[in-house]
């Protein structure tokens, strides 16, 4: 049996031209990432990262458009499944209210179903692809810088 594993991420810029990315620890395993996460069955990509934003930030979005969607094979680092993930330019329709951190992996609040979290938000100019995990979200990251002059935020 195949599994796949469809992933669905936001990048997200504030009117400060800041982008949003998570830190997280599961399984003893930390990484950096762009919010979002799983499609579950019957549900959209637009609904999932909706879904997703609203579980993992407590905000609303707004989907502008798609950035880039993977086409070599990725294994997941968490399991055998082949993953698939598809990345939206985003807009958040309610304010960011999050504990927002300066320091990679500063954990402070209590884990959530064994998931640590904490947001940071880093100029554009200054994220680079070394600083994200994994091969696909470094990807997205290089494919938005290409067109990220011609966006209107």
Not at 24 to 52: C, H, M, Q, W
Not at 61 to 67: A, F, G, R
Not at 83 to 108: E, G, P
Not at 131 to 143: G, H, P
Request: charged fraction near 25%; charge should be negative; proline fraction near 1%.
């Amino acid at each position: 049996m195949f599994l796949f594993n469809v992933r669905v991420y936001g990048i997200l810029i504030n009117e400060h031209g800041e982008v949003l990315i998570s830190d997280e620890r599961t399984e003893n395993v930390s990484f950096t990432k762009f919010p979002g996460g799983g499609l579950e069955y019957g549900e959209g990509l637009i609904d999932a990262l909706k879904r997703e934003f609203m579980e993992e930030t407590g905000m609303e979005i707004e989907v502008l458009q798609h950035i880039y969607t993977t086409d070599f094979y990725e294994k997941s680092s968490f399991n055998e499944s082949q993953i698939i993930s598809i990345y939206y330019l985003v807009r958040n329709l309610t304010q960011i209210n999050l504990n927002i951190r300066s320091i990679c992996f500063d954990f402070t609040e209590k884990s959530i179903e064994g998931k640590l979290q904490a947001f940071r938000l880093i100029p554009i100019k200054k994220l680079q692809e070394k600083e994200l995990t994994f091969k696909t979200d470094k990807v997205a990251w290089v494919e938005f810088l290409k067109i990220a002059d011609k966006i209107q935020l």
